[in-house]
């Protein structure tokens, strides 16, 4: 599947993570649509090839599978090898590939809310039948902050001299409403992580195990960390800080978080309120902004918005 496809001169190459499924894969298909090839990765090879076919027989034909575990580092260096080969540079990076940080009461396929259970439901009461078909752990936060902003960040590393030899390099950072700093009940924790003139990875990495530390202890509360969704809302707003800081040093690319909305997805148990198309129109809508719009910024619904 790697070698399937010619690659027309001037045609810009995206790398989508966690394309098999969800906003991933409507990312990799909108993409796709819009004349960039696409090398849709998954950290299952199976599940990968199977959206790669998937979107082929849509006519899609600018579409490679690369598997990518993003809290691996060999298949992350797999990646980057495949790229400097392949194609010498990479043009947009979509970070999507995500946990809910969380473990699921219901199963998030065979369980799935049927919409006659939500009808009527807001925004704010779909996320409450959520988070009642959830369970968060010690575990579960951790592997979700591994995952999320660990992976994240290992990816962004291992690419960033592709999309350095980019002339138009771009990275998308999928996040969330979650990772607003309005929702950090502790004044100075949100300030800080506000602070990016003074903020640093190694502080983000402190400020990560103090979190894991509290939440070990049963003290997040107490200690004015996000509540419900508490490891996804800290490792988001972990990647959005460390988006900023990134945006800062490498003026050369365009570094942006987006926010999808409220989508129908596994992660979300079907519960949300947009489409898998819609939400991921919000994201490629990002990593295809003209050249010289912003960077260091956070989209939420087409416009650039708030990361407090
Ligand atoms: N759905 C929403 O309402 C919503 C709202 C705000 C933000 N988001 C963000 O949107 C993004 C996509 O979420 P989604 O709703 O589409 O979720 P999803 O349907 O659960 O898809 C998540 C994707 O991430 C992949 N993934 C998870 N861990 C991985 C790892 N270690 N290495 C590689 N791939 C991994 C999954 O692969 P497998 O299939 O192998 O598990 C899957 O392809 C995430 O960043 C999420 O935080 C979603």
Same mark, same amino acid.
């Given at each position: 599947m790697e070698g399937a496809i010619s690659n027309p001169p001037n045609t810009r190459i995206a790398v989508v993570t966690? +394309?098999?499924? +969800?906003i991933g894969l409507e990312v990799c298909r909108q993409l796709a649509g819009n004349d960039v090839t696409v090398v849709l990765t998954a950290r299952d090879e199976t599940r990968g090839t199977a959206a790669v076919e998937k979107l082929r027989e849509l006519g899609l034909s600018n579409i490679i599978f690369h598997q990518l575990e993003i809290t691996d580092a060999t298949s992350i260096a797999r990646l980057a090898d495949f790229l400097k080969t392949r194609f +010498?540079? %990479?043009?947009i990076l979509v970070n999507n590939a995500a946990l809910g940080g969380i473990e699921y009461v219901r199963d998030p396929v065979y369980g799935s809310a049927r919409e006659e259970e939500l009808s009527g439901m807001d925004m704010d009461q779909r996320l409450g039948w959520l988070w009642e078909n959830c369970r968060e752990t010690y575990e579960t936060a951790k592997e979700g902050l591994r995952t999320n902003y660990y992976g994240t960040k290992h990816v962004v590393e291992a690419l960033l001299p592709l999309l350095q030899a980019s002339t138009d390099g771009r990275i998308v950072n999928v996040s969330?409403? #979650? +990772?607003? %700093?309005? %929702? #950090?009940?502790n004044e100075e924790l949100k300030q800080e992580l506000n602070d990016i003139d003074n903020l640093t990875e190694e502080r983000l990495d402190e400020l990560l195990d103090m979190f894991l530390k509290d939440f070990k202890a049963g003290t997040v509360e107490s200690r004015g960390w996000p509540m419900a969704f508490s490891a996804y809302k800290v490792a988001k707003a972990a990647m959005n800080a460390y988006s900023r800081i990134l945006a800062r040093r490498h003026s050369e690319l365009r570094i942006n978080c987006a926010h999808p909305g409220y989508v129908k997805t596994h992660m979300t148990i079907n519960s949300g309120l947009l489409t898998p198309e819609e939400g991921g129109s919000r994201v490629v809508a990002v990593a295809l902004l003209p050249e010289g719009a912003a960077t260091g910024a956070f989209f939420e619904d087409f416009k650039e918005s708030s990361f407090v």
């Open positions: 966690g +394309g098999n499924k +969800g +010498g540079k %990479l043009d969330s409403h #979650f +990772g607003q %700093l309005r %929702l #950090f009940r």
